[in-house]
Structures are given as structure tokens and as C-alpha cells.
């Protein structure tokens, strides 16, 4: 194995609702649509969502529910202008409002929201360390 992630899945139960939210809100384009595995153009790792129900025959363990936060995607803004201007868009388009940008400790600024599933992500720029 190497140690490089290839591709991101996003479990769901709720598929139709969170390809809308991808596609619609967050701005990500469709590049395979099978209606119970949704994979979206990205530059960098592939990235889909699925519904939790195609693996049922292959593992009992694709039943259980999920409970808490289980990841965080991250995405990059060029500016503290810039991230600022998203959030507010994609929380007009219907992301779930978690924590307005704020400066961080760690030199960057973060906005936090969520998708139709309650997964908890991240806008984030770098901020210049004077």
C-alpha cells in the first residue's frame, strides 16, 4: 500500500439531498451519477457520495448509524476577503451555519458549516504572520 489517499466517500442515507448540496451549493460538478454512488469532478483526491445501503450486503457494519463528528473536509480561499464572501454565499444557499470566520491561533482564518447530513466543514485562508 501506499500511504496516499486516492479517493474520499461520503456515506449517506440521503443521497439525493447531499448531491444537491455538493453540486448546488458548494459549486462541485458531476462526473458520474449511477443514482446511489454520485462522483464529482475535483482537482486534487477524487471525491464522492454514496448511499450507505449499496454495501449492506457486503458488511453489517454499513447499518449502523453514525453518530458525531467523523471528518472534516477543509477548503482552501486565497483571502480573508475571499473566504469571507463564500461562507456568506454558501450559507445563503443552504449550508447549516456552525461558527462565522474567525482569526485562529494557528495564522488562519476558518469558517465552519454543514451539509444536509450535519457533516461539519471548512473554509479556511492563511493569514500573513506579521
Sequence with gaps: M??????????TDNI???????ET???FEVKTDL???VEFHNESVRFAIC???VMHVHSDAFKLM??????????????????DKTYHEIIG???VEIHKPENMPWNQRTGLFAD?????????????VS
Design 93 to 95: 444557499k443552504g449550508a
Design 35 to 37: 443514482g446511489t454512488y
Design 66 to 83: 453514525r453518530t458525531g463528528q467523523a471528518f472534516e473536509l477543509a477548503f482552501p480561499c486565497d483571502s480573508v476577503e475571499a473566504l
Design 51 to 53: 448511499e450507505r445501503s
Design 25 to 27: 451549493v458548494l459549486g
Design 116 to 128: 444536509p447530513d450535519g457533516n461539519i466543514h471548512e473554509l479556511f485562508c492563511e493569514l500573513e
Design 16 to 22: 439525493e439531498s447531499m448531491k444537491a448540496f455538493y
Design 2 to 11: 501506499k500511504a496516499v489517499i486516492n479517493l474520499i466517500t461520503i456515506w
